[in-house]
């Protein structure tokens, strides 16, 4: 059964600095692994995806996450921190590559603060 | 004009009451789905629509029933609301393809007393 681990429901840190924001996933197959991100009073919308192609991936927003399969990980990063990242991310995993069959994270808020 | 659209955005209502959740969509994706969010659980799936004649339970149906009108359009109905049903409940989209990403309306926060 799949699963996903975020390590951390709150994360702050100061603008311009570097946002690290963990999620540890459980797979019987080789997983798709996806982070969403929701604003206040928004829905989610999808910062990046894991599709096997590259094991680094680039999102939008300067986002990135890097898959690591030996540590079953897709940790996301940000270099430098913007007032405007302040937000809730949640990871996600599907075995089947589905939306159908994707198990969401408990999520992280990020605050940024000056 | 956003690409999901839910109704109402928020909803108070009683327990015992049925009520409603309604979503649009304007994507022309085959795919909807209702989720529902809860601090510190994330979002779960309630049922799911892969086309307007196969509408599949998810993680937590119990207590819901749904109804696709048409490609464009996927509600959720709770038939006798509990309290324990206050949530902000999320519409959502996706292509077909793998890997298609979901596409979400703003959300309906519905609190049953």
């Known amino acids: 059964a799949q699963s996903v681990t975020q390590l951390g429901s709150h994360v702050s840190v100061s603008e311009g600095a570097l946002v690290l924001l963990r999620c540890n996933y459980s797979?019987?197959?080789?997983?798709?692994l996806f982070w969403y991100v929701q604003y206040p009073n928004q829905g989610l919308q999808l910062l990046l995806k894991?599709?096997?192609?590259?094991?680094l991936v680039k999102g939008i927003n300067g986002f990135e996450a890097e898959f690591k399969k030996s540590e079953t990980s897709f940790h996301l990063t940000k270099p430098s921190a913007h007032m405007s990242d302040a937000a809730e991310y949640f990871c996600?995993?599907?075995?089947?590559?589905?939306?159908?069959?994707?198990?969401f994270g408990t999520g992280t808020r990020l605050q940024v603060t000056l | 004009d956003a690409d999901v659209t839910q109704t109402p955005r928020n909803r108070i209502t009683k327990t015992g009451k049925r009520i409603m959740l309604e979503c649009s969509q304007t994507?022309?994706?085959?795919?909807m789905y209702w989720y529902r969010q809860d601090p510190g659980l994330g979002l779960r799936l309630i049922y799911y629509?892969?086309?307007?004649?196969?509408?599949n339970k998810g993680e937590i149906s119990d207590g819901y029933s749904v109804s696709r009108q048409a490609q464009a359009k996927f509600s959720l109905s709770l038939e006798s609301a509990i309290p324990n049903q206050t949530a902000l409940y999320f519409c959502?989209?996706?292509?077909?393809?793998?890997?298609?990403?979901?596409?979400f309306g703003n959300g309906t926060r519905l609190t049953v007393t």
């Open positions: 959502a989209t996706s292509g077909g393809g793998a890997n298609s990403p979901l596409h």
């Open positions: 797979s019987s197959v080789p997983p798709y």
């Open positions: 894991y599709t096997s192609a590259a094991t």
């Open positions: 996600a995993v599907s075995e089947t590559g589905t939306a159908s069959k994707l198990t």
């Open positions: 994507k022309g994706h085959d795919r």
């Open positions: 629509s892969f086309d307007v004649k196969d509408i």
